[in-house]
């Protein structure tokens, strides 16, 4: 098993809201009307999307084990430290010193399990302490 993190950054506590406009209509696959142009609300995206702030941090990942739950490398992780996993939780563990993105599995019959979500990558059998470092709570997908 290789890292599949690359690096680890915080909201800074003085971060200012940057509110961005939430359209009213639902996007249509078809033709769109002149009058779907209403905005509805502002959205701050730090409200939406974090929590717990001060346990809240993002990550970068590589590697394509978690493709098939759309995480694929580059991608950001927002993860929650103050959630306790659960099980099918995707979550961020510490595995031999070494971190990955896996999603837990807590009522394997053989014990816990890390699910790889690829056919490429092996799922990863827990033979004593689990460190689970945090619970993923939203991925950031840039196309």
Known sequence: MTNEIIEIKRLSPSAKPVLIPLYGNKVRAGFASPAD??????LDL???LIKH???????RVVGRSMVNVGIYPNDILIVDRSLEA?????IIAVVDGETTVKRLITNHPNGILLKAESKHHKDIPVHGELHVWGVVTATIHQY
């Open 46 to 48: 730090n409200k939406l």
């Open 86 to 90: 659960s099980n099918r939780d995707i």
């Open 53 to 59: 702030q001060e346990a809240t941090f993002f990550v």
């Open 37 to 42: 142009d209403f905005i509805e609300e502002y």
